[in-house]
C-alpha cells in the first residue's frame, strides 16, 4: 500500500510537472495546422510526430480530465513560447489561428475584384476562372441569382483563416454590403431623390469614381442630387468609361460623350440601370446624408481635389483654368 501510494505521488507529481513545464518550441515558435474534422487523438498524433509535445500518455490524460478535447477548432496556429500544454489546449480551443487578409478596394469594378480573389494565394479556390468571369455563373454559386455582381461586394480588407473558401469570402463581403447599405439606408436624411437602397448604392458608386479626397464626398453627392432634383443629367465622365468596358483606353473623347450607352449619363436621364464600382460606408453614407449646396458643376482641379460652380459660366471658367490650362 505504501509502495502504490508512493508511485501514485510520484505519477501526480510528473503530471503536475507536465503541464508546467513549457512544451518544445523553438524561440521563434513554429505552425502547427489542425485541418477540419481532426480528433482530439489526430492532433496529439501531430503535435507528437512534429515533436511538440512529449510524454504523450499526460497529454491525454489532460485531455480528458480537463473536458477541452472535443472543442478544439481548425486551422493554422501560430504557436509561440512558452507554452505550456494547458495553453496551448487554450489556444486551439479558442481558435487563436493566424489569419490572412485580402481587400476589396474601392472604386474597383467586379472584375477587377475577383481577378484579386483568383489571384490570392491565401484563399481556397473552389470558383473556376470561367465562373469569377460570368456576372451570372458568379452570382448564382453565391446563391445570388439575378442580381448583377457590380457595386454588390463592401470595400474592405477581410480577415480570415487557413481553408476559407474564395465562395465563403465573397458572400462575407455580400453581406457586408446588404448591411451596411441598410443601417444607412435606415438613417438617411430626409427628402431626397433617390427612393431605394438600390439608387443609393448606383450613386455612392459614382461618388466613389469621382473623388478620392473624402471631404469631397458629401459635397459632390450633393451636387449630383440637386441635378436629380432638377431633372438635369448627371454627366460625369466614370459612368461614360463604366458603358465604353473594355474599349476604354485611358482617353475619354468628346465623341464618347455623345455614344449612347446605358450608363452615359450624358445622353441618358437619371441613374445608370447598375452601380459602376465597389464602395465603402463613407460614399454610401455621403450619398444619404449629402451636403446642401447650390453648386451644379465641378471640375478637378488635376491634384486630385476639385473645383465646384454655380452656374455653367463659372463651370466653364474653370473648365478653361484647370483643365485646358488657359
Known amino acids: 500500500m505504501v509502495a502504490a501510494a508512493g508511485a501514485g505521488w510520484f505519477g501526480w507529481s510528473d503530471y503536475q510537472r507536465y503541464l508546467d513545464q513549457p512544451i518544445a518550441l523553438s524561440a521563434e515558435g513554429q505552425q502547427f495546422t489542425v485541418e477540419p474534422g481532426w480528433s482530439a487523438k489526430r492532433v496529439a498524433d501531430q503535435l507528437e510526430q512534429q515533436g511538440i509535445i512529449q510524454k504523450r500518455h499526460w497529454f491525454d490524460v489532460y485531455a480528458r480530465l480537463s473536458n477541452k478535447a472535443g472543442g478544439i477548432k481548425s486551422g ?15 489556444t486551439l480551443v479558442k481558435g487563436q489561428t493566424i489569419q490572412y487578409s485580402l481587400a476589396i478596394i ?4 467586379w472584375k477587377q475584384a475577383m481577378a484579386r480573389v483568383a489571384s490570392s494565394a491565401d484563399l481556397k479556390h473552389t470558383l473556376d476562372d470561367q465562373t469569377l468571369q460570368s456576372a451570372d455563373a458568379l452570382m448564382s454559386a453565391l446563391g445570388e441569382t439575378g442580381i448583377y455582381p457590380e457595386g454588390q461586394f463592401f470595400s474592405d480588407t477581410y480577415a480570415f483563416p487557413k481553408g476559407t473558401t474564395d465562395v465563403e469570402y465573397l458572400r462575407r463581403a455580400k453581406k457586408m454590403l446588404d448591411k451596411v447599405l441598410q443601417e444607412e439606408w435606415d438613417a438617411r436624411a430626409e427628402d431626397l431623390p433617390i427612393k431605394t437602397p438600390y439608387e443609393a448604392l448606383i450613386l455612392a458608386s459614382i461618388v466613389e469614381k469621382e473623388t478620392a479626397v473624402a471631404s469631397e464626398r458629401p459635397l459632390i453627392a450633393g451636387v449630383f442630387h440637386a441635378r436629380l432634383l432638377k431633372k438635369m443629367r448627371l454627366q460625369t465622365d466614370p459612368t ?12 475619354i473623347r ?32 455621403a450619398v444619404l446624408h449629402p451636403l446642401e449646396t447650390k453648386a451644379l458643376y465641378f471640375v478637378a482641379r488635376g491634384d486630385g481635389s476639385h473645383q465646384f460652380s454655380e452656374t455653367l459660366e463659372q463651370h466653364n471658367a474653370a473648365v478653361r483654368k484647370y483643365q485646358l490650362k488657359r
Do not use: C, K, W
Not at 474601392?106 to 469594378?109: H, V
Open 76 to 90: 493554422e496556429f501560430n504557436l509561440q513560447p512558452p507554452l505550456t500544454v494547458p495553453a496551448l489546449f487554450d
Open 106 to 109: 474601392e472604386g474597383s469594378n
Open 240 to 251: 461614360v468609361i463604366y458603358g465604353m468596358g473594355d474599349s476604354y483606353d485611358g482617353n
Open 254 to 285: 468628346r465623341s464618347d460623350l455623345t455614344t449612347d450607352t446605358p450608363y452615359n449619363t450624358y445622353t441618358r436621364a437619371g441613374l445608370p440601370p447598375t452601380p459602376i464600382s465597389m464602395v465603402g460606408r463613407e460614399a454610401i453614407h
